[in-house]
């Protein structure tokens, strides 16, 4: 059995790893590249494989720089299967769509601008593109096992969003695990990872292998700085992920409401993915911590604003108030207009929940830059720039350490990091090193091994 590394080494972005036996080929992930140019070019180069000799794609979950790349893939002929948990399906129905349509709207606001070096923008994909590959997708739920030649694969419960998993596959006489993104033991919304059988190999990601989440309240960091603000007069602006963090927030919110930690003031989800999100997360209360009651809650303390006049209406408000909005990292979406707007007065603060790759506009804000450039145009940044890390659903290199102690995993099993930036990657290798007997190696980009 062979591993090739297409991408998510050495970054955070673009998971694909191809795994070939004598007679099969699969991929493990099938993300976008994003964040810095040099990388988002890596989406236009041709992938490193025959996709005519593929026979089936295996998804962890379906944040895109672990699902985006699939409506390319199709677009380039791919029509073999796309496996992963059923959830995962529902959320790509809607992520992998939005994709399209984004890169669609921004190849026509460049072009009707004529912002970039490209005459001719093209998006990687469009819209339709993204709703047709959706007719590969195949749903299986976590421990069912399946095939795809003579590979045998099973998903377990990863935590980190819904239907997030980790793939473990057996051929050949070996196992091998692919972690996806893990989330956290004590995570707000979801369920911790369940524990890895014993492996082969293990392939690992390591997103905050440098980094420990703060230990404090994030109920009472949020309502601090929402508080404060809206003492200002201001607006609190919450770029978000649409899957998780975004529903994560809305609970907490309007948790903190209920209890009268924060005054009552509109809440606007200014993000049409992030609104069908939420009800695919209550129609499955099963997956995760939240019960009916407390999703009706969540839905019902805020405003959802589908359609872009709604969105363009928030601008009218002149009482302080909360907007969610995509995307996470700043790199597009709505959230981009109310930066625009809102990002020169100093009453706004704009909260960051999540990770924030290297070269996006967000890790920009956070690092501190004087200005952000957005759609041609540099806007000075006055604003309250705050990062809330306790958020987040990636476990940090702690517990994840935490997880492998309680895995099946023999002392000396082999180990792959992945899905990590330069610095977490070295971080995490060295305490994995000091604290376990794992033979823990950082991946590199392209690299074939050989089990």
Not at 109 to 129: N, S, V, W
Not at 172 to 192: A, H
Not at 313 to 320: F, G, N, R, V, Y
Request: hydrophobic share 35%; net charge negative.
């Amino acid at each position: 059995m062979n591993i090739v590394f297409l991408g998510g080494t050495e970054t955070v972005t673009g998971s694909k790893y191809l795994v070939e036996t004598k007679t099969t080929k699969i991929l493990v992930d099938c993300g976008l590249f994003q964040g810095y140019k040099w990388l988002r070019e890596r989406n236009r180069e041709p992938l490193n494989l025959d996709i005519h000799k593929l026979d089936g794609v295996v998804l962890t979950h379906a944040h895109l720089d672990h699902s985006g790349y699939i409506p390319a893939l199709y677009k380039q002929g791919y029509r073999k299967p796309v496996y992963t948990h059923s959830a995962t399906t529902a959320l790509c129905a809607i992520l992998l769509a939005d994709s399209g349509h984004i890169q669609e709207e921004d190849a026509k606001f460049y072009l009707r601008h004529k912002i970039g070096k490209h005459k001719a923008p093209e998006p990687l994909y469009d819209k339709e593109t993204a709703q047709k590959s959706m007719e590969l997708f195949k749903s299986v739920e976590y421990e069912q096992v399946f095939t795809i030649g003579d590979i045998t694969i099973h998903l377990q419960d990863a935590g980190h969003i819904l239907g997030a998993a980790s793939v473990i596959i057996e051929a050949e006489g070996k196992r091998v695990g692919f972690s996806g993104d893990l989330g956290r033991p004590n995570d707000i919304f979801m369920y911790p990872p369940k524990p890895l059988p014993e492996l082969d190999l293990l392939l690992l990601e390591s997103t905050y292998g440098n980094r420990r989440h703060e230990q404090d309240d994030p109920y009472e960091q949020l309502a601090k700085i929402v508080n404060e603000t809206a003492h200002q007069g201001g607006t609190v602006l919450i770029p978000s992920f649409a899957v998780g963090r975004a529903q994560t927030l809305q609970y907490m919110l309007a948790l903190l409401m209920e209890e009268e930690r924060i005054p009552r003031m509109s809440i606007f989800v200014d993000s049409p993915m992030a609104i069908s999100v939420s009800d695919i997360y209550c129609r499955h209360t099963e997956q995760h911590r939240l019960s009916h009651e407390q999703c009706h809650m969540m839905e019902q303390a805020v405003t959802y604003t589908r359609s872009v006049d709604d969105s363009k209406a928030i601008s009218d408000i002149t009482m302080p108030h909360i907007v969610i909005a995509g995307s996470g990292m700043v790199t597009g979406g709505r959230i981009l207009h109310h930066l625009k707007r809102l990002l020169s007065d100093h009453r706004t603060t704009v909260l960051f929940s999540g990770f924030m790759a290297g070269g996006t506009r967000g890790a920009k804000m956070i690092n501190g830059e004087d200005s952000v450039k957005i759609h041609g145009q540099w806007i000075p940044i006055r604003a309250r720039i705050e990062a809330m890390h306790g958020l987040s659903g990636h476990a940090d290199y702690v517990d994840i350490e935490q997880w492998l102690q309680q895995s099946k995993l023999r002392k000396n099993t082999p180990i792959q990091l992945v899905h990590g930036d330069p610095d977490a990657l070295e971080s995490q290798c060295d305490y994995l090193r000091q604290k376990t007997s794992y033979q823990v190696e950082i991946a590199s980009y392209k690299k074939i091994l050989r089990l």
